[in-house]
C-alpha cells in the first residue's frame, strides 16, 4: 500500500518567514495530493491539493509543489503569521479516496 | 450548505463492549469515508461508502464495519472494543462521480476513550 512520509515532524518559524513542508510517497500510481490543517481540538480542514497533471498550484500565501519523478511535494507557506500555527498534514491517494496521511507537522510561529 | 456533522461528541466505553459512531455528509456528498486518528499520528483510512456499498478498506479488522443510509449518512460499528481502539474517528464526505472522486471534507470527530 501507498507509505506517506513527511518532515520535519516540528517546525518553529518567526512571524514573517517561510515555512516548507516535504513528503515523499511510495505508489507512483497516487495522483492526489491534498495538505490539511489540524488545530488542537478541531477537525482537519483542506487548505489546498494538487493532482499529478499540475507541477505547482498557489493560493495566495500557500502553495504546493509536486515531483512526480522523485515522488515528492511539499508545502510552502509565505508570510507565516501566528494563525499559521497548527498541524499540516500531507496526504496521497489514487482516485481521491483511501487518503495516506503523513505523521503530521507541528508548526509554531514565533512573535 | 450543511457541514459534516458527527455524533456523540465523546464517548466512554469498556473493553469488550460495542460502539456505533454516526456521521451527517455534506449537503449534496454522496460519499462518506471513515478515519481513526491516535493521539499524535495521522489519520488512517478505514472504509469508504459510495451509494450504500463498502468502496474500499484499510488495514482494518472484521470488528469494524459500517453502514451508508439512502440520505447518505453514515454508521461505523467497532464490536469488541479493545484498548487500543481508543482514538479520534473522524468521517468525511465527498462527492463522488463514477470512477472520480473530489476533495474530502472532515467531521469534528468522535473522542472514543476504551476502558
Known amino acids: 500500500g501507498e507509505n506517506v512520509e513527511q518532515h520535519p515532524s516540528t517546525l518553529s518559524v518567526q512571524e514573517g518567514d517561510s515555512a516548507v513542508i516535504k513528503c515523499t510517497y511510495s505508489?507512483?500510481?497516487?495522483?492526489?495530493f491534498p495538505w490539511y490543517k489540524q488545530e488542537l481540538g478541531k477537525r482537519p480542514q483542506l487548505i489546498i491539493d494538487?493532482?499529478?497533471?499540475?507541477g505547482e498550484k498557489k493560493d495566495q500565501r500557500i502553495a504546493v509543489t509536486l515531483n512526480k519523478t522523485a515522488k515528492h511535494f511539499s508545502l510552502h507557506i509565505t508570510e507565516t503569521q501566528p494563525e499559521d500555527s497548527a498541524v499540516y498534514f500531507c496526504?496521497?491517494?489514487?482516485?481521491?479516496?483511501?487518503?495516506?496521511f503523513g505523521a503530521g507537522t507541528t508548526v509554531t510561529v514565533r512573535a | 450548505e450543511t457541514g459534516v456533522t458527527q455524533s456523540p461528541t465523546h464517548l466512554i466505553k469498556t473493553r469488550g463492549q460495542q460502539v456505533t459512531l454516526r456521521c451527517s455528509s455534506q449537503?449534496?456528498?454522496?460519499?462518506v469515508s471513515w478515519y481513526q486518528q491516535a493521539l499524535g499520528q495521522g489519520p488512517q483510512f478505514i472504509f469508504q461508502?459510495?451509494?450504500?456499498?463498502?468502496?474500499g478498506r484499510g488495514n482494518f479488522p472484521p470488528r469494524f464495519s459500517g453502514l451508508q443510509f439512502p440520505n447518505y449518512s453514515s454508521e461505523l460499528n467497532v464490536n469488541a472494543l479493545e484498548l487500543d481502539d481508543s482514538a479520534l474517528y473522524l468521517c468525511?464526505?465527498?462527492?463522488?462521480?463514477?470512477?472520480?472522486?473530489?476533495?474530502?471534507?472532515f467531521g469534528p470527530g468522535t473522542r472514543l476513550t476504551v476502558t
Open positions: 468525511a464526505s465527498s462527492l463522488g462521480v463514477a470512477g472520480e472522486r473530489h476533495e474530502q471534507y
Open positions: 505508489d507512483s500510481a497516487s495522483n492526489y
Open positions: 494538487i493532482r499529478s497533471n499540475v
Open positions: 496526504a496521497a491517494s489514487i482516485v481521491d479516496y483511501k487518503l495516506s
Open positions: 449537503s449534496g456528498h454522496n460519499t
Open positions: 461508502y459510495y451509494r450504500e456499498e463498502e468502496n
